[in-house]
């Protein structure tokens, strides 16, 4: 607990010099992401044009789109050529600039301040500085620049406009430069965290080699979590998989409006097997990024301290995003059950919905309630949360599950409740997890009347053949080596 606190080492010297030479890579390589993302999704947009402008703007939009598509092409192909360097913040700084006087010039065509087309503009902030990994004040830059850049267009080229309707569009955009400095200032201090890391694992390892593979794939899942901002949601939840002595399976139907449910299934090195699960309170971007933030810390952390119990994990992971909470200026909170898998049993730690264990050896549902309390509430989790074992024999199933599941109303007003779901678990217990998990959401959404809220159920079984599949995998191994 205390090294997951402590104050990283200072980065100075020659130390500092490579620090900023291994981000500016990030940020050279992460551009061609973005270029090629700009062309593309770009040139899709033109079908959401066809449905919304009027036709006889189609041929003047069709051209500002092939402009700004082709230098998204060319840009492409000059980084593909090029090495990274101080001036690789650059092709950021230019699809911004190149979006937002397009999507400027279309709001300014369509009327001025009165355009909905203004809202593309948040799509060009975020995207951008959730993409690349540059420094805040890049991110600070890069969306005032964009938001300027829409205010002189349309307050010169415009026309006529309502005081009201620039008031409104100026505040969504402010919040969404708002949250991506926000966004930027996390994955700093991570690149930070990871390189600093880094170097004291070089200076520790006689195996430099092997001590630099193993960061690059710390680094490669850090990134790919990373992408989540970009995706919301589903893009990047776990496959169903079998996890050390557990077969594993989740699913997530989420609502509507974007939310904050989270699962992940980790599997951090040999003999170190997670699973997490939590709801963020409230609907929409700011939930996103509070469960993608989560996500991030906690992949980090089970990666990079495998001595770390549950309890340890949940009180960083707090730590990290207090913080960063009120920095989006709203009362976000979560729950969260982060879990370590285990021969003997599952040990977890936070406080989320109770978790239903099938006992196969008395055949009935028993309820495990997690004391503790939620993410974002207090200063200092410690003391309040600590680690809870649940004992799993072979065969033995657990649900963890979010508020959708249990709180999912029929036309009356009726919650599906616990009792119901501890029911249809019972039915389906000794099912395959695929098949199980297809029923369990089968009767949630047959008593339901109108989903609200996004429903989340994660199956973990203790594999009845675990001592079996242990025991083919030394064969095997065996095998091999000789």
Same mark, same amino acid.
């Given at each position: 607990?205390?090294?997951?606190?402590?104050?990283?080492?200072?980065?100075?010297?020659?130390?500092?010099?490579?620090?900023?030479?291994?981000?500016?890579?990030?940020?050279?390589?992460?551009?061609?992401?973005?270029?090629?993302?700009?062309?593309?999704?770009?040139?899709?947009?033109?079908?959401?044009?066809?449905?919304?402008?009027?036709?006889?703007?189609?041929?003047?939009?069709?051209?500002?789109?092939?402009?700004?598509?082709?230098?998204?092409?060319?840009?492409?192909?000059?980084?593909?050529?090029?090495?990274?360097?101080?001036?690789?913040?650059?092709?950021?700084?230019?699809?911004?600039?190149?979006?937002?006087?397009?999507?400027?010039?279309?709001?300014?065509?369509?009327?001025?301040?009165?355009?909905?087309?203004?809202?593309?503009?948040?799509?060009?902030?975020?995207?951008?500085?959730?993409?690349?990994?540059?420094?805040?004040?890049?991110?600070?830059?890069?969306?005032?620049?964009?938001?300027?850049?829409?205010?002189?267009?349309?307050?010169?080229?415009?026309?006529?406009?309502?005081?009201?309707?620039?008031?409104?569009?100026?505040?969504?955009?402010?919040?969404?430069?708002?949250?991506?400095?926000?966004?930027?200032?996390?994955?700093?201090?991570?690149?930070?965290?990871?390189?600093?890391?880094?170097?004291?694992?070089?200076?520790?390892?006689?195996?430099?080699?092997?001590?630099?593979?193993?960061?690059?794939?710390?680094?490669?899942?850090?990134?790919?979590?990373?992408?989540?901002?970009?995706?919301?949601?589903?893009?990047?939840?776990?496959?169903?998989?079998?996890?050390?002595?557990?077969?594993?399976?989740?699913?997530?139907?989420?609502?509507?409006?974007?939310?904050?449910?989270?699962?992940?299934?980790?599997?951090?090195?040999?003999?170190?097997?997670?699973?997490?699960?939590?709801?963020?309170?409230?609907?929409?971007?700011?939930?996103?990024?509070?469960?993608?933030?989560?996500?991030?810390?906690?992949?980090?952390?089970?990666?990079?301290?495998?001595?770390?119990?549950? /309890?340890? @994990?949940?009180?960083?992971?707090? #730590?990290?995003? +207090? $913080?960063?909470?009120?920095?989006?200026? =709203? &009362?976000?909170?979560?729950?969260?059950?982060?879990?370590?898998?285990?021969?003997?049993?599952?040990?977890?730690?936070?406080?989320?919905?109770?978790?239903?264990?099938?006992?196969?050896?008395?055949?009935?549902?028993?309820?495990?309630?997690?004391?503790?309390?939620?993410?974002?509430?207090?200063?200092?989790?410690?003391?309040?949360?600590?680690?809870?074992?649940?004992?799993?024999?072979?065969?033995?199933?657990?649900?963890?599950?979010?508020?959708?599941?249990?709180?999912?109303?029929?036309?009356?007003?009726?919650?599906?409740?616990?009792?119901?779901?501890?029911?249809?678990? /019972?039915? @389906?217990?000794?099912?395959?997890? #695929?098949?199980? +998990? $297809?029923?369990?959401?089968?009767?949630? =959404? &047959?008593?339901?009347?109108?989903?609200?809220?996004?429903?989340?159920?994660?199956?973990?079984?203790?594999?009845?053949?675990?001592?079996?599949?242990?025991?083919?995998?030394?064969?095997?191994?065996?095998?091999?080596?000789?």
């Amino acid at each position: 607990m205390d090294s997951a606190r402590r104050k990283l080492p200072e980065l100075t010297g020659d130390l500092q010099v490579a620090f900023e030479a291994y981000r500016e890579g990030l940020v050279h390589s992460w551009s061609q992401t973005l270029s090629v993302l700009g062309f593309s999704l770009n040139a899709l947009f033109l079908l959401l044009d066809i449905v919304i402008v009027p036709s006889e703007l189609l041929g003047r939009f069709a051209m500002y789109r092939a402009l700004v598509t082709a230098a998204m092409l060319v840009q492409y192909f000059i980084l593909r050529r090029t090495r990274p360097g101080r001036w690789s913040i650059l092709p950021g700084y230019v699809a911004s600039a190149l979006f937002a006087v397009m999507i400027s010039q279309m709001t300014v065509d369509l009327g001025g301040f009165g355009s909905a087309y203004y809202a593309g503009l948040n799509l060009v902030i975020v995207g951008v500085d959730v993409l690349l990994p540059w420094k805040p004040i890049h991110s600070l830059v890069n969306g005032l620049a964009v938001l300027g850049t829409y205010v002189f267009m349309n307050a010169a080229f415009g026309g006529r406009f309502e005081p009201a309707a620039i008031v409104s569009n100026l505040y969504f955009m402010g919040s969404t430069v708002v949250i991506s400095v926000a966004i930027s200032h996390v994955r700093h201090r991570l690149i930070a965290s990871e390189f600093a890391l880094r170097a004291e694992l070089v200076q520790a390892n006689a195996d430099l080699d092997r001590s630099r593979l193993e960061l690059k794939t710390a680094r490669d899942a850090l990134w790919g979590e990373m992408e989540v901002a970009k995706r919301i949601q589903t893009s990047l939840l776990p496959e169903n998989r079998h996890v050390g002595s557990y077969d594993v399976a989740a699913r997530m139907l989420p609502a509507a409006e974007v939310g904050g449910d989270y699962y992940d299934i980790i599997q951090a090195g040999e003999d170190r097997d997670w699973i997490a699960i939590g709801d963020v309170s409230g609907h929409g971007v700011e939930s996103g990024l509070v469960m993608m933030m989560t996500q991030t810390s906690i992949m980090s952390l089970v990666h990079e301290n495998p001595l770390l119990s549950p /309890a340890d @994990v949940f009180h960083a992971v707090n #730590d990290v995003l +207090l $913080e960063n909470i009120s920095r989006l200026r =709203a &009362a976000r909170y979560m729950t969260l059950n982060v879990v370590r898998l285990a021969e003997s049993g599952l040990t977890l730690a936070g406080k989320h919905q109770d978790v239903l264990v099938w006992r196969r050896g008395m055949r009935r549902v028993e309820t495990v309630v997690n004391d503790g309390c939620w993410i974002g509430v207090v200063d200092d989790t410690r003391g309040h949360v600590a680690d809870q074992v649940v004992p799993m024999e072979e065969g033995d199933l657990a649900l963890f599950f979010t508020d959708g599941a249990t709180e999912a109303m029929n036309g009356v007003g009726e919650m599906f409740g616990e009792e119901r779901l501890a029911a249809a678990l /019972a039915e @389906v217990a000794e099912q395959p997890l #695929d098949e199980a +998990l $297809e029923v369990l959401f089968a009767r949630v =959404a &047959a008593f339901r009347a109108v989903q609200h809220d996004d429903v989340t159920m994660m199956l973990v079984r203790r594999a009845p053949d675990a001592v079996a599949r242990r025991s083919q995998a030394a064969v095997v191994a065996g095998t091999t080596a000789r």
